[in-house]
């Protein structure tokens, strides 16, 4: 099978703890289920419910808010940055609460947003094509 991969980078840029996304192999489009611990579940929602517990094959889950790990990929971007005040800064910013607050202001104030930016969506990427080879899918780009 094959999939978009912007398809897979626009559910790994959309995760988060309220709906967990799913690729439907048989029509080609994600889908999203509702935790039911955060909010009430919709008749659309057991009805997709449903069918993925019939059908468990037919969708493949994207990689969760939890899976991509956003705090490392901003270590990682911290760690490339030549050593200085904003890396120093920048690492200082993540510790603690409000860590991703923090960064992304610090991150404005050094000039280092469309670096940021652009180095977050080829994690994305990565991650993507990670994910189809690990679910057996040929991606487009």
Known sequence: ???????????IEEANEVFTSFWDTKTGKTVYLADPLMTDMTEEDKALAAEMENTPER?????????????RIMEDF???????????????A?????????????VRYHGLEQRWYDYLAEA??????????????????
Do not use: N
């Open 1 to 11: 099978m094959t999939i978009p991969l912007k398809q897979v980078i626009q559910a």
């Open 59 to 71: 969708f493949l889950r994207f990689p969760t808010k939890c899976e991509i790990h956003q705090y």
């Open 78 to 92: 911290i760690d490339r940055l030549p050593p200085g005040k904003a890396q120093e800064e920048l690492a200082y």
């Open 94 to 106: 993540i510790r603690g609460k409000g860590a991703f607050r923090r960064f992304k202001q610090s």
């Open 124 to 141: 994305y990427r990565e991650l993507a094509i990670r994910w189809c080879a690990e679910e057996g899918l040929e991606y487009t780009e």
